[in-house]
């Protein structure tokens, strides 16, 4: 069985395969016209991908194509729909980098409070501005609003009750006995409204693009805090500028609604730049304990797909 892997993997995973019987190509450069040209050229039967974009042009030049493995969570940048039509199993890897997103996010929440890179730029300017810094209203006894209670989300959740924090949520999918100790809320609305910092654990799906919009961030109380580790799109950014301009919304990003396509380039984005706005380069699930997980679980569906046919994860059954 041929495997084309289109992204960076950890070094074993390619001669772990290998040694299932595999025939392996590796190209991280891929992308675009490049992977097009690689699907017919290689003929892949798997095609295994991170943050590399399979579209339609991609999956109909591999004619012996029969399954991509996304290897992280989320499969927006996988033309699910076209390869539902070709007969493709699209599959990934939930919940193995649901720690490293975590603690991002808390991560963020102490940055957002304490301020933390802006004290840092400050000391690095040879300014001393201590009283200007202990302002800071600290996280015990405040209200955590999560969007989304899946895998991570609720790694957020129970760190946050670690930390004190009374924790709430809204997701349809999860019933109210689910989370011990936190509250369930009918709405977004309802969350935004009731918190003191809200964070944003959602697969980005049509339902989902702009949840986030001005109505849930208007209800957003002056100077909360609202952190986005999961996907861009899932809120209006029109309205968070606007928010962020005009109520101090303290904001934490590891995503763009515009990001490059490669490393070292030029990066450019008006919501990032504005003052109390933090962003880190979309690294949410990169930790080595993160991707050595997701590797290994990509590994298992590509090996379980060689000895029995079938495809574990399968978000298109």
Known sequence: MKVLIADKVPAWFSRSLEEAGCTVHTDPSLDGPTLTEAMRAHDPTVVVVRST????????????????????????????AKATTRGVKVTNCPGKNSSAVAELTIGFLVALDRRICDNVADLKAGKWAKKEYSKAEGLRGRTLGCLGLGNIGREVAHIAQAMGMNVIYWDPFVPADAAPG????????????????????????????????EAVIDALKPGAMLVNTSRAEIVDKAALVRAVQTKRIRVGLDVYWTEPAANDTVFADDVAALPGVYGTHHIGASTEQAQDAVAKEAVRIIRTFLD??????????
Do not use: F, Y
Request: aromatic share 0%.
């Open 182 to 213: 936190c509250s369930k809320m009918e709405t977004a609305l309802e969350v935004a409204a009731a918190a003191d910092a809200v964070t944003i654990h959602l697969a980005l799906v049509p339902a989902t693009r702009n949840l986030v919009n």
């Open 53 to 80: 974009k399979v579209q339609a042009e991609q999956i109909d030049a591999g004619n012996a194509l029969k399954m991509i493995v996304r290897a992280g969570a989320g499969v927006n940048t996988i033309d699910v």
């Open 308 to 317: 029995t046919g079938e495809a574990s994860n399968c978000v298109n059954p």
